[in-house]
């Protein structure tokens, strides 16, 4: 099946500084993908869809500027918690979309989380 | 509201036993329905999608089911084993506005013991 990458798995980082995540698809293109967050034993949250080559859209409540989210390529989305605080504290998850004959048949993939703890 | 509710919430079954995990929406206009598994500190991996007009689907020893009539879902394990134990996730899809909507349920935390 389609390989979803996304690095780091883990990351500790101070309070203030930013932290870069990656969503790669390694053997298909996504034009889109989509960034969740999950606290523990909750479910996945939609934060926002990145379209490539064009601006993310983010769900209610989620502020742009705190998530950055850039889809330069087929292949490959960032999302950068800027100015990280302890309540950023989360796991972050990536999925790619991947269409194969329209988008009832639309299947996800996803990556394999980061656990991001600010201190 | 779109809704996906999920039950039981959590399950401990012994190895090599069946169980049915619960899936209800009032998602609409419904697309799809996924279900998905999750290790812990892991992403989901995808076990089946169903369109409306699919009753079952089956991965294996994991069998799903929908009744769009009912908007009710399940998804059977048999003969579970030890590498069960995880998180199974309901997510419907919708399409509102030309927009993809995907409605997620928290999830049955599912525990096989030996």
């Known amino acids: 099946g389609a390989v979803v990458s996304q690095h780091p798995s883990r990351v500790i980082c101070k309070s203030g500084t930013s932290v870069k995540i990656e969503c790669r698809s390694l053997?298909?293109?996504?034009?889109?993908m989509f960034w969740y967050r999950q606290f523990p034993k909750q479910s996945l949250m939609l934060m926002a869809t990145?379209?490539?080559?064009?601006?993310?859209?983010?769900e209610q409540g989620v502020e742009k500027d705190k998530f950055l989210i850039n889809h330069a390529s087929l292949t490959l989305s960032t999302l950068t918690v800027t100015s990280a605080h302890p309540e950023d504290s989360s796991f972050y998850i990536c999925?790619?979309?991947?269409?194969?004959?329209?988008?009832?048949?639309?299947?996800?993939?996803f990556g394999s989380g980061t656990q991001l703890s600010v201190l | 509201k779109n809704q996906v509710e999920q039950s039981p919430q959590s399950l401990i079954i012994l190895e090599g036993k069946n169980c049915t995990l619960q899936?209800?929406?009032?998602?609409?206009?419904?697309?799809?329905l996924r279900w998905y598994k999750q290790d812990t500190g892991r992403g989901p991996v995808s076990l089946t999608i169903?369109?409306?007009?699919?009753n079952t689907k089956s991965n294996g020893r994991y069998t799903a089911t929908l009744d769009a009539d009912t908007k009710q879902s399940s998804l059977h394990i048999t003969a579970s084993q030890l590498s069960d134990s995880a998180s199974y996730i309901c997510?419907?899809?919708?399409?509102?506005?030309?927009?993809?909507?995907?409605?997620f349920g928290s999830g049955t935390r599912l525990q096989v013991q030996p």
């Open positions: 999925s790619a979309s991947l269409l194969t004959g329209g988008l009832t048949n639309e299947k996800l993939f």
């Open positions: 053997d298909f293109q996504a034009t889109t």
């Open positions: 990145s379209n490539e080559g064009s601006k993310a859209t983010y």
């Open positions: 899936c209800n929406y009032t998602v609409s206009p419904f697309s799809n």
């Open positions: 169903m369109t409306f007009s699919e």
């Open positions: 997510v419907v899809s919708a399409f509102i506005g030309g927009r993809r909507a995907l409605t």
